[in-house]
C-alpha cells in the first residue's frame, strides 16, 4: 500500500520527534504519538471509495492492467472534535479484503 498522513504542524511541531524521519515507524502509531501531545482521539472515521490507479501507483504497487485502487481515507477527531489528522491509504484492489463486523444488542 501507499500511505500519506497529515498533520497539523502547530500541533505536532511541540514534540519535535513527529517532525523527524528517522522517527519513522513512529513507536505506537499516530494515536500514540499524539497521545504525548496530550491530544486523546476520540473517533476515527474511515471512508472508502474505488477509483482507477495513477501511473505512479499502477508501478509502485506492481498492478496489472485495469485493476483499480482502494482509497481508505481515515480522519482521526479529538475528544474536542477537533480532526487532527487524515491519512490517505492507497491500497491495490486485487489484494485487499475489508471486513467488517457488527456487534448487535440482544433483543
Same mark, same amino acid.
Given at each position: ?8 504542524? $502547530? ?10 524521519? $528517522? ?52 480522519? =482521526? ?9 487524515? =491519512? ?20
Amino acid at each position: 500500500n501507499i500511505a500519506r498522513s497529515y498533520l497539523v504542524l $502547530d500541533v505536532v511541531s511541540k514534540n519535535p520527534d513527529l517532525l523527524s524521519a $528517522d522517527q519513522e515507524p513512529w513507536p505506537g502509531g499516530t494515536q500514540n504519538q499524539l497521545f504525548t501531545l496530550g491530544i486523546e482521539l476520540d473517533r476515527i472515521v474511515e471512508t472508502f471509495r474505488a477509483r482507477p490507479p495513477t501511473p505512479e501507483e499502477t508501478e509502485e504497487l506492481g498492478l496489472p492492467v485495469g485493476v483499480s485502487v482502494v482509497i481508505l481515507r481515515k480522519t =482521526s477527531i479529538d475528544t474536542n472534535d477537533r480532526v487532527v489528522e487524515v =491519512s490517505d491509504v492507497v491500497l491495490p484492489g486485487d489484494r485487499t479484503e475489508m471486513v467488517y463486523t457488527t456487534k448487535l444488542s440482544r433483543w
